[in-house]
């Protein structure tokens, strides 16, 4: 083991309070945000190990999640010098690694902040970071004995002083070996040569403003690490490898530079690329995003696992759908074989919680249910408002984390980005980047993750030890100009734009000779036993898979796949194209078949058939040159729907093939239908069913298993199936007036303020989240619902009375655990003696009391999470809220949640813990 040159280092620097945080290999500079600089006399440079310096002729401020930004003069400089007289890197190779972005201040002209390494009073190194008035971007060059050479432009732009955190730093790594010396980092070209001076120790590290000419200048400094030898692998490359796989959501074949994109370049995917495999002809299995998700992760089409339809959480229909708890997912797999398994990034596969990652196999989640909304880090939301402009970067981070904190078992990192999927917005540091518009700019910024990535695994060592697998959901959106080319259609179309997409595969040593494979034709479902080969893990017996092992191809052999093998492109439920080779055939359909999204109206009414060798964009149609070709696919594709279902050309209904094996459902005595609204009138949809037939699908929406009010709840009909308006004290007096016991709520002589508006029970108006339209009631902008309780006597004590019941379909398949979220709030807060009291009960059981006085009860001591409550059916769970006889009146917001779940199995070394 290494020694520890820096084991812990405190130092307060011009008035920031640094801690290095240090394992066996790594010195780590990270400053927080609580650190704020006062004066440059407030420089405290008593360290365990090295110290820090600076003469600085102003201060900033450091930001725990981006680093610290450092106002510079010419002169200036940051310093760090190491003990013990520094590190003999002739003894061991000594590595260097840091993130840094240049910011513009004034007057104009280019400014330059320079790094130098010290032997002494000698320069080993020098490296040049130049912001330049000619160039958005900065330009790098490295300096060793060789001369200066320059290393490109990192792909961040230059931000103004006073722009705030930048979305992302460039990262750099140096290397000391013997008498020479390498740079490298994301997106720039490296560079190496010897040292300036015969010299063999590293003493310090410099950051200072170099140019001439005075002014100012600004720059971005984070994560400083210093390694002594370079950090070896934790096992042999091929020994159950990490695997990281990246998907990116409606981004379309040419629309990253390896593929032929015209608007901007992605270097760090076109390494990926041309050190590895690049496939031209890998198939999605769908044009959209949830099916597409869920065959990469099972290995089955989405017909045959469940999820043909793109599962919309907001729809009525779909609330209660997502990926089944029985299909097996990549991640479960991997954790069979102990790897730890992580996703950074959109689910998309059901938002009620027995769908979520946690209950497919990962052990951690940072990302968003479906296309955009909160931010969940596991099951703590950690940002209620979608933060587009830092979304790269948040990501990124988290999965360099794991990439640390894990390095040494195997893991497996699902990193499915919800960009360049709607809405999106580039980080300010990738603002004008491209000069090609915002989603150039984000592609750019996704670009950078990647290669943030990548050097987070060759810090750590584990770069040969990783597959990293890039690939795309489905083709880019209309319009046309989008990266589909040279195919025709986009994403919601089986033309080859909806379907063909990027993949490329990258294992650093492992695959020998990188190629560009047009043959075999692969698809979504050859990731899953692809992974499984590769960590040891037989693909299960008991089901049908629909892929083949791709691990042959990086040794340069054949895959184990007939060349005349079908594909079969689907719409939602509708089969539409069956293709063999270069050959494919878009079958007959009818608009009854059709799902919402389809954009081929009208759809084709007879056989079309296109070579793909010769008509890569579909235009030409050879059906009648080639009838015997029409006749061996519509074969197949007779025969296919007869196993993975299609819609009755008729009437849409779905008739089940005998290989599907269903969708998830919180209900499945309920309809699995794809439309809830459709533009044509004769589609079957959620609207065409009575309330008989949609259950208790209708009356619950949410997340998490949330009970809500549904929509219908607000217009005079019932409650939601289990809730009950149990009791309220009547009241009298003044405008207002409490709700009558009784009475449906929003009915008539219902609604909690004369002549105006509705007051629903239970529900929220929160970021879509929940489905109750608050905006009639007594208070449009509080999240949740309004109760009112009023009294015209003082010294009455009224109340209302919630009650949710719990019965058999609540807690069927061994769901003995409730949890009960939400939160009461005092809303009227003007009278000094207006309180309430809000109290939870399970049956007789005092769960949750929470008392406002003298102007409310605030929301934070109102909210409520309470965990694994043992229930079983007829149990009863109350929500109180008590008056304390304003004449005033109190009006409260009510929003409650209760999702049933299976206990959690412990672990043995969980139970040997506790024992």
Not at 71 to 77: A, K, N, R, S
Not at 360 to 378: C, H, K, M, P
Request: hydrophobic share 35%; proline share 5%.
């Amino acid at each position: 083991m290494n020694k520890v040159i820096l084991k812990l280092l405190m130092v307060v620097c011009f008035g920031f309070a640094f801690t290095v945080h240090s394992d066996a290999e790594t010195v780590l500079f990270n400053p927080t945000a609580a650190d704020v600089v006062a004066t440059v006399g407030d420089l405290d440079a008593a360290t365990i190990g090295g110290s820090w310096d600076a003469s600085l002729s102003q201060t900033s401020r450091f930001d725990e999640n981006i680093g610290g930004y450092v106002y510079v003069m010419e002169g200036d400089y940051v310093e760090l010098t190491l003990d013990d007289g520094g590190i003999d890197f002739f003894s061991t190779d000594v590595a260097i690694h840091f993130e840094m972005l240049a910011t513009r201040a004034s007057p104009a002209g280019d400014k330059f902040i320079t790094l130098i390494g010290y032997d002494g009073a000698n320069e080993i190194f020098r490296l040049r970071n130049v912001s330049s008035t000619n160039t958005p971007q900065n330009s790098i060059s490295a300096t060793t004995g060789d001369g200066e050479e320059p290393m490109g432009f990192t792909p961040l732009r230059y931000i103004a002083e006073d722009a705030g955190y930048p979305s992302g730093l460039q990262d750099f790594r140096i290397v000391l070996s013997d008498n020479r010396v390498s740079f490298s980092g994301s997106s720039l070209t490296p560079q190496e040569g010897p040292v300036l001076h015969s010299t063999r120790t590293l003493t310090r590290l410099r950051w200072e403003m170099t140019n001439g000419g005075g002014g100012n200048h600004g720059v971005w400094l984070d994560d400083v690490r210093i390694q002594e030898g370079l950090p070896s692998a934790p096992r042999e490359a091929t020994d159950r490898p990490n695997i990281i796989f990246m998907l990116a959501d409606d981004l379309g074949y040419s629309d990253i530079s390896c593929y032929g994109a015209k608007k901007l370049d992605t270097p760090n995917l076109d390494t990926l690329a041309s050190d590895g495999l690049q496939f031209t002809t890998f198939l999605s299995a769908a044009n959209v995003c949830s099916p597409s998700r869920a065959a990469f992760l099972t290995g089955a089409y989405p017909s045959r696992c469940g999820v043909p339809m793109a599962v919309n959480h907001p729809l009525q229909n779909h609330w209660f759908l997502g990926l089944d708890s029985d299909e097996i997912t990549i991640a479960e797999q991997c954790r069979k074989q102990g790897y730890k398994t992580f996703m950074v990034g959109k689910w998309h596969l059901g938002t009620e919680d027995v769908f979520l990652p946690f209950n497919q196999g990962f052990d951690r989640w940072l990302g968003t249910v479906a296309n955009a909304g909160s931010i969940y880090d596991d099951r703590e939301v950690a940002y209620d408002t979608y933060p587009q402009t830092i979304l790269t970067s948040l990501y990124t981070q988290r999965v360099r984390e794991h990439i640390r904190d894990s390095r040494d078992q195997p893991f497996f990192i699902y990193y499915p980005h919800n960009y360049p999927h709607k809405p999106f917005t580039e980080g300010n540091a990738f603002d004008g980047s491209t000069g090609s518009g915002t989603r150039s700019d984000v592609l750019k910024e996704m670009d950078w993750s990647v290669g943030q990535i990548v050097a987070e695994l060759e810090a750590q060592g584990i770069l040969e030890n990783t597959l990293i697998v890039f690939s795309s959901d489905n083709g880019a959106v209309p319009p046309s100009q989008y990266g589909n080319a040279p195919f025709r259609g986009s994403k919601y179309v089986t033309w080859e734009g909806g379907h063909r997409v990027p993949l490329v595969m990258y294992w650093k040593g492992q695959i020998q000779t990188p190629a560009m494979i047009d043959s075999p034709q692969v698809r979504a479902m050859d990731l899953f036993p692809t992974i499984c080969e590769l960590i040891g893990e037989p693909v299960p017996k008991d089901r049908v898979y629909d892929g083949t092992s791709l691990v042959p191809l990086m040794s340069g052999q054949s895959i184990d796949r007939d060349p005349n093998e079908p594909f079969y492109y689907y719409t939602g439920d509708n089969l539409q194209c069956v293709r063999v080779g270069n050959w494919k055939l878009h079958v007959p359909r009818t608009e009854y078949q059709l799902p919402w999204w389809d954009q081929i109206k009208p759809p084709p009414s007879t056989y079309q058939l296109y070579d793909l060798a010769n008509d890569v964009h579909e235009d030409r149609d050879v059906s009648a040159d080639h009838p015997e070709i029409v006749a061996a696919l519509s074969e197949l594709a007779a025969n296919i729907v007869l196993e993975l279902g299609n819609p009755d050309p008729e009437t849409g209904t779905l008739i089940v093939g005998s290989g599907q094996r269903g969708t998830g459902s919180i209900f499945p005595e309920v309809p699995t239908l794809l439309n809830n609204e459709s533009d044509y009138k004769y589609v079957p949809d959620w609207n065409t069913l009575t309330d008989a037939e949609k259950g208790r699908g209708k009356t619950r929406e949410g997340m998490n298993g949330v009970v809500d009010a549904a929509n219908e709840f607000i217009d005079g009909s019932t409650l939601p199936h289990g809730w009950q308006y149990l009791e309220a004290s009547i009241a009298s007096g003044g405008s207002e007036r409490a709700m009558t016991p009784g009475v449906a709520v929003g009915s008539e002589g219902n609604t909690g303020f004369l002549g105006t508006g509705t007051a629903a029970l239970i529900g929220s108006a929160d970021a879509g989240r929940f489905v109750i339209d608050s905006a009639h009631t007594a208070n449009a902008a509080a999240a949740g619902t309004d109760l009112l309780i009023v009294t015209d006597d003082a010294a009455a004590r009224d109340h209302v009375i919630v009650r949710y019941t719990v019965d058999d379909a609540d807690i069927g398949i061994g769901k003995t655990r409730a949890n009960i979220t939400g939160s009461f709030r005092d809303l009227v807060g003007e009278m000094t003696d207006d309180s309430i009291t809000a109290q939870i009960f399970h049956n007789d059981t005092q769960l949750f009391s929470a008392t406002g006085s003298a102007g409310r009860l605030t929301l934070a001591d109102g909210s409520f999470d309470l965990r694994d409550i043992t229930v079983a059916t007829g149990d009863t769970i109350g929500f109180v809220i008590g008056s304390n006889g304003s004449s005033q009146g109190d009006e409260v917001a009510l929003r409650a949640s209760i999702r049933f779940s299976v206990p959690r199995i412990k672990t043995n070394k969980e139970s040997e813990h506790e024992h």
